[in-house]
């Protein structure tokens, strides 16, 4: 699958791209940092939501909201009332356990902080493995405060579990309290510093420490992306949920040039927690953005709507693929399989936004580029997740897609996909933007 060969060393390519992404969005803020480095690498200009626009046609530009989001976008070169936004959206944060930052004692020597649990991470994934510490932290400088990214790049922590020996019950179904089990370790020595956590902050950032004021920090995996499995089929990592599909909707945006309609992606944050923030899928910040482009071309209203009515929205979050363990949690007629094809998610209360209409829509791009594409229900019997899709499709009313590449261990400090998946749905993509 990943030969040198002619045909295949671009998919090579993007591949190593992906790993080094997912390795270097080891936070929300990191993702989004992330994601504007690529952006700025291939010729997008930041616009400033207090400025006003101007826009040219053919031209690339990004906007950055509350250091996370980011809406990217390349101007049409057909008028927004006749042609309209051809969008792609994902979101960049993934379940983690977050540091309470003044939850720090020492006690018989042993430096330990609690943790707030972000989203719904599987627990017991996070224990007994090399954590690190990355996120912002802001700080006094030149007379103001300054915002800066931190990563320690080295296992700075560790939760360990209970030995078998004194907590019998661990393999029957153990419940881990997040307020008393998932404490972090920092040090297993006295130390000098009232606040062990600033003082580590302080001396990585070459700052004094009653110089820090607020700190962000989301503990992480050290071990980063790599493929699995003797023909490198699959991938695992930290954060696939949803990455994966921010780093496919990336890579499409930036290999397309000059489209007739505007393209457009949106990199929300705060998903796995409701979207309702000011730089969530629920806030102002995409219509805001999409009226925005319109006024830069024209000041009527009326074209703006027109705009909204001939646009369309794929909402792109990675889905479950059938677990062979498990066979019994699957709908047995709709249950995906790993490097068999883009999952289109279907749901009758609209959990997901998939109808026939915009299904059909993508689905005729699958058959444009040769790729496969399947379906996901969830059993009659079970409760059905939710994406960023059903909003901005009830917001704007715009016909939207929900879709995902099939993954395992959802949510897990290490999930898996498929690698040919992610390759089909970066072609999809590419052939959507420049429909």
């Known amino acids: 699958m990943l030969t040198d060969n002619g045909v295949n060393i671009i998919m090579n390519i993007q591949i190593k791209d992906f790993i080094g992404f997912l390795d270097a969005s080891n936070s929300r803020f990191q993702a989004g940092a992330e994601v504007i480095r690529k952006l700025e690498e291939a010729g997008f200009s930041r616009l400033e939501e207090t400025d006003t626009f101007s826009l040219e046609a053919g031209g690339k530009y990004y906007i950055h909201r509350h250091d996370t ?23 960049i944060d993934s379940p983690a356990l977050k540091l309470k930052t003044q939850s720090i004692k020492t006690d018989r020597g042993i430096t330990r902080i609690g943790v707030e649990v972000y989203g719904g991470p599987i627990i017991h994934t996070w224990l007994d493995r090399e954590l690190g510490i990355s996120g912002q932290v802001l700080y006094r400088a030149d007379g103001g405060t300054k915002a800066s990214l931190l990563d320690f790049g080295r296992p700075v922590a560790i939760i360990p579990n209970a030995a078998i020996h004194v907590n019998r019950e661990i393999n029957k179904g153990f419940q881990y309290n997040p307020q008393t089990h998932l404490q972090a370790i920092l040090s297993a020595v006295p130390q000098d510093s009232k606040d062990p956590l600033k003082a580590m902050v302080a001396k990585e950032l070459g700052i004094k420490e009653e110089d820090v004021l607020e700190m ?12 699995v499995g003797d023909d490198q089929s699959m ?27 505007t393209a457009l992606a949106a990199f929300f944050d705060h998903e796995e927690i409701g979207s309702r ?23 009527k209203r009326e074209d703006f709507l027109r705009a909204l009515r001939h646009s369309f929205m794929i909402s792109a979050d990675m889905a479950h693929a059938l677990h062979p363990a498990y066979p019994e949690k699957y709908e047995p007629d709709y249950s995906p399989l790993m490097n068999k094809g883009v999952v289109i998610k279907r749901n009758t209360n609209l959990k997901y936004a998939s109808t026939s209409v915009s299904s059909q829509r993508f689905i005729s791009h699958c058959e444009k580029v040769g790729a496969a594409h399947q379906e996901f229900l969830v059993r009659s019997d079970s409760p059905c997740g939710s994406t960023v899709g059903p909003i901005v499709a009830s917001q704007l009313g715009i016909h939207t897609v929900d879709i995902g590449n099939p993954m395992w261990a959802m949510h897990s400090i290490r999930e898996t996909t498929g690698v040919q998946d992610h390759l089909d749905l970066i072609k999809i993509l590419s052939s959507f933007y420049s429909e």
């Open 235 to 261: 991938l695992t990592s930290g954060r696939l949920d949803n990455l994966a599909m921010t780093h496919a909707i990336l890579a499409a945006i930036l290999e397309t040039q000059k489209p007739d309609s």
């Open 277 to 299: 923030s000011p730089q969530g899928a629920a806030s102002s910040f995409l219509g805001e953005i999409l009226e925005r482009i319109n006024l830069a071309e024209s000041t």
């Open 216 to 227: 962000d920090l989301y503990l992480y995996d050290l071990a980063g992306a790599t493929l």
């Open 69 to 91: 989001a980011v809406i990217a976008f390349i101007k049409g070169q057909k008028p927004l009332a006749e042609s309209g936004f051809l969008m792609a959206s994902s979101h």
